[in-house]
């Protein structure tokens, strides 16, 4: 028997990519449909562990097979200068350190330092422009491609690196148009941010960045419960073992069709049948499987999510568990609205303005008027864990 097939690891390709199958054909259109089309600039958000980071894997993938250069990069101190190198290994650092002025850069503009070399913000959308112009005139690119450029974790982006990337993307763009190669043989720049919804905020709503409000959104959700039985039932298929499509349906119900879930569970289940000496998945690996899944899945996806919070959040989201009891929908764990504002003992105002804060952010969702609910499975259960 081969060894486990599931990869319960942040970034990991999971043996079946479930449910994706729309948002990678808008992607191949753009890369088909040439410079201007939406989906070159594209914005893939989600919770964490839904697949933000695989999908960019994925995206690459499928870039790399149709002759484009790919870059991958996450954001974080100095991505405007990484991507510049990466764009342009020959000239990316020497074009930046060359517009360099002394009276800018003794002038208290922020600048970093990079292997010695100072760059200043105020320089780094030209840099990148050159890069990138470097980079679709060079070799690495070819006719009718160009170069994929994929940041993942967008949320830590600076408002630097987000004005800079816009601005030389959308440079590139407007360039495009004054050559007089025929528009099927330009070279163009396809680009894909990933990162929690929260970062919409900052993009879209930045007025510099008029730019990231025409490109596609895609939100990644949760993916169809029938969907992951089939996964399962092929994975596990493939790997040896066994499992009736009865069972693999009860798998696939547990993880509710949250992407990382449906790792964890698959990762556990199989190890339960393994450790039986089983070549075939039966309920008692269900049960075992659900549990040691639930345990992995609050320490790495709520626990987390609830660390980012601040206190008023946190207040709300408590009072929120509490009442997602009394209103009598505690199974769905739904809360209604007016009962959060008596057990947060706050006023409704102070209740909307976390509610708006929470939706924003994906953590709850609307459940009808008056009511909300959890985004992530379990969440209501650790809360009350925690006190
Ligand atoms: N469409 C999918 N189907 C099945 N498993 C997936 C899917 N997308 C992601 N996964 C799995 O979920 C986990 C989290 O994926 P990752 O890309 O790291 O999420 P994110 O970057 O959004 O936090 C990984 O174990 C990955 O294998
Ligand atoms: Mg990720």
Not at 15 to 40: N, S
Not at 50 to 55: A, E, L, Q, S
Not at 308 to 313: D, I, K, T, V
Request: aromatic residues 6%.
């Amino acid at each position: 028997m081969d060894g486990n097939p599931f990869k319960p690891t942040a970034g990991k390709m999971p043996p079946v990519l479930v449910g994706r199958q729309l948002i990678i054909e808008d992607f191949r259109e753009a890369l088909r449909d040439g410079i201007g089309a939406p989906g070159r600039i594209m914005l893939v958000t989600g919770q964490r562990g839904f697949g933000k980071t695989v999908m960019l894997t994925e995206f690459r993938k499928i870039a790399k097979s149709e002759g484009w250069l790919t870059i991958s990069e996450t954001a974080s101190d100095g991505l405007v200068d990484r991507l510049a190198l990466a764009l342009d290994p020959q000239d990316g650092l020497r074009v930046a350190g060359a517009q360099l002025s002394p009276a800018i850069s003794a002038g208290g503009l922020g600048s970093l330092s990079l292997g010695g070399i100072t760059v200043s913000h105020e320089m780094a959308p030209l840099t990148l422009r050159t890069a990138m112009d470097h980079c679709l005139a060079g070799k690495r690119t070819k006719k009718g491609k160009g170069v994929l450029i994929t940041i993942d974790e967008m949320q830590s982006a600076s408002r630097e690196d987000i004005v800079a990337i816009a601005t030389a993307v959308q440079h590139v763009i407007a360039q495009s148009d004054e050559s007089d190669i025929a528009e099927r043989d330009k070279r163009g720049v396809a680009i894909v941010f990933a990162g929690l919804p929260s970062m919409v905020n900052e993009l879209v709503n930045n007025n510099t960045t008029t730019f990231m409000r025409r490109a596609m959104q895609r939100e990644l959700a949760n993916v169809s419960v029938p969907e992951v039985r089939d996964a399962y039932v092929k994975t596990i298929g493939e790997s040896g073992m066994d499992i009736d499509k009865d069972v693999a349906d009860q798998a696939a119900r547990i993880s509710q069709g949250y992407p990382y879930m449906i790792q964890l569970v698959g990762y556990y289940v199989w190890r339960s049948a393994r450790r039986r000496n089983a070549r075939s998945i039966e309920l008692q690996d269900i049960r075992q499987g659900e549990h040691d899944a639930l345990t992995e899945f609050v320490q790495a996806v709520c626990a987390p999510a609830i660390d980012g919070l601040g206190a008023s959040e946190r207040i709300f989201l408590r009072a929120m568990a509490e009442s997602s009891g009394q209103s009598g929908f505690g199974a769905a764990g739904m809360a209604k609205i007016s009962d959060i504002v008596s057990a947060s003992r706050h006023s409704r105002s102070w209740v909307n303005k976390y509610r708006a804060i929470l939706l924003r952010d994906r953590i709850i969702e609307v459940a009808g008027h008056g009511y909300v609910t959890f985004a992530i499975p379990h969440l209501r259960e650790y809360i009350m864990s925690v006190g």
